[in-house]
C-alpha cells in the first residue's frame, strides 16, 4: 500500500515560493498523485494532480521525479489566504482505488 | 452551480446507536465519495458510489455502509456507534468518478461533525 509521508508543518512569508514535499516509497504503477487545500470547518479542496515529471496550473505546479516516489507541490509568491492544511493524495488510478492514502497533513502558515 | 451540500451539519449521537448522513451532489455529478476525518487517523477513504453502485470501499468495518439513489444523492449509515466514531464526515462529488483517470477532481461538501458520547 502506499503510505505517504509529508511535514507536519511549515511556515513562510508573503511573496515566497513554498515547496511542500510527499514522499510515498510503495506508489503503484497506476497511482496519480493528488494534492488538496484545507480551510477550517470546510473541506478540502482540489489544486493538482499528476502521474509524472511537470504538471502547472494556475496556482500551483507538481513535481514528480522520475521514480515516482515523492512529489513537490509548489505554490508560488504565497500570500495570507494561503495559509491551511495541504494534504497530499496517493492512489487514484483508473482501476483500483480502494487503497488511496492520504498524508497526514502540512500546516503552512504564512506570515506577513 | 451549487455546491456539494451535507446534512445534518452537527450530529450528536450516544455509543450503540446508529445514525444516518445525507449528501447531495453537484448537479450532473454521478458519483458521490465518503471519507472520514479525525485528528489521530487524519483522512480516510470510505468508500464511492458512482450510478448506484458501490465501485470502491476503503478498510472500515461492516458497520458503515452507503448508497446512492437515482437522482445520486447519497447517504452513510454507521450503525452500532462507538466512541471512535467520533469524526468529521466529508462526501465528494466528481463527474467522472474516482476512476475517471488524468482528470478526476473531486468536489468535497463541508462535512458532517459526529459527536458520540
Known amino acids: 500500500l502506499a503510505k505517504t509521508t509529508q511535514p507536519i508543518s511549515m511556515d513562510s512569508y508573503e511573496g515566497q515560493e513554498v515547496n511542500i514535499t510527499c514522499s510515498h516509497n510503495?506508489?503503484?504503477?497506476?497511482?496519480?498523485i493528488t494534492w488538496y487545500q484545507q480551510f477550517p470547518s470546510q473541506g478540502p479542496r482540489f489544486i493538482i494532480q499528476g502521474y509524472k515529471t511537470k504538471v502547472t496550473n494556475e496556482v500551483a505546479s507538481l513535481f514528480i521525479p522520475a521514480d515516482r516516489k515523492s512529489s513537490t507541490l509548489s505554490l508560488p509568491r504565497v500570500s495570507l489566504s494561503d495559509t491551511a492544511v495541504y494534504y497530499c493524495l496517493v492512489g487514484l488510478s483508473r482501476y483500483n482505488n480502494n487503497d488511496m492514502r492520504f498524508g497526514a497533513g502540512t500546516r503552512l502558515t504564512v506570515k506577513p | 452551480k451549487a455546491g456539494v451540500t451535507q446534512t445534518p451539519r452537527y450530529l450528536i449521537k450516544t455509543r450503540g446507536q446508529q445514525v444516518t448522513l445525507s449528501c447531495s451532489p453537484i448537479s450532473g455529478h454521478r458519483s458521490v465519495s465518503w471519507y472520514q476525518q479525525t485528528p489521530g487517523q487524519g483522512l480516510q477513504f470510505l468508500f464511492e458510489y458512482f450510478s448506484e453502485t458501490q465501485r470502491n470501499k476503503g478498510n472500515f468495518p461492516g458497520r458503515f455502509s452507503g448508497r446512492q439513489f437515482s437522482n445520486s444523492r447519497s447517504e452513510m449509515n454507521v450503525s452500532t456507534l462507538e466512541l471512535g466514531d467520533s469524526a468529521l464526515y466529508l462526501c465528494?462529488?466528481?463527474?467522472?468518478?474516482?476512476?475517471?483517470?488524468?482528470?478526476?477532481?473531486?468536489?468535497f461538501g463541508p462535512g458532517t461533525r459526529l459527536t458520540v458520547l
Open positions: 465528494a462529488s466528481s463527474p467522472y468518478g474516482l476512476a475517471g483517470g488524468a482528470y478526476n477532481e473531486q468536489f
Open positions: 510503495n506508489i503503484a504503477t497506476n497511482d496519480y
